[in-house]
């Protein structure tokens, strides 16, 4: 999205939001334009113009970056925790001896929440009441969470989270070091 694009939907907001303290200056606008430059013109457009019609209350970033990851995310992706679970029984029946080759199987979803295929391994070994009980319990959990994980990292820019794995891959004193040279302000 180019910075004229932008600044149409800049106007628009500014219409429909007359508050003077919402995006009250260029400095403002700046920053507003590099945390949405990655997305299309078309996309943040219709994202604007949901979000217009349906809050009364000036947006946020975030807020936009959510609408703009409703339009462009697939319908009904994902699959409900229950028939996540279900895949992981069905695993579960070959586990015993190839946990590896079953996990593998599993969607990337059901994996994370599984963890890996000793765990896989473990469940496959215990007594079915308690896997059907406190094993589903915590797959449920660590699926949930998982799923929020990749609903709110669609939310992201690219360099946003290419810049956050280089921090976790870096560590900490890499941060120190490019604050000091100023790659980050």
């Known amino acids: 999205m180019t910075d004229k694009e932008f600044m149409v939907i800049v106007k628009g907001l500014k219409a429909v ?11 403002a606008i700046e920053v507003w334009y590099g945390l949405l430059c990655d997305l299309p013109y078309s996309v943040l457009s219709a994202a604007t113009q949901k979000y217009m019609m349906q ?5 946020t970033i975030a807020g936009l970056r959510k609408k703009a990851a409703e339009i462009t995310a697939p319908v009904q992706e994902d699959m409900s925790e229950l028939e996540a679970w279900s895949l992981v029984r069905k ?3 070959n586990s015993a001896y190839n946990a590896e080759a079953e996990f593998e199987r599993l969607p990337e979803l059901c994996q994370k929440a599984v963890g890996n295929p000793a765990n896989l391994r473990e469940m496959a070994l215990m007594d079915i009441d308690t896997v059907n009980s406190v094993e589903q319990s915590h ?3 660590n699926y949930r969470t998982a799923l929020d994980r ?4 669609a939310q992201i820019s690219p360099d946003v989270r290419r810049l ?16 000091e040279v100023g790659q980050i302000d």
Do not use: N, V
């Open 139 to 141: 797959f449920i959990r």
């Open 150 to 153: 990749k609903r709110t990292d």
């Open 164 to 179: 956050i794995a280089g921090l976790r891959m870096d560590g900490a004193p890499a941060i120190t070091e490019r604050m």
């Open 55 to 59: 809050s009364e209350y000036p947006p």
């Open 17 to 27: 939001y007359s508050d003077p303290k919402f995006l009250a200056d260029d400095d």
């Open 91 to 93: 695993a579960l029946a």
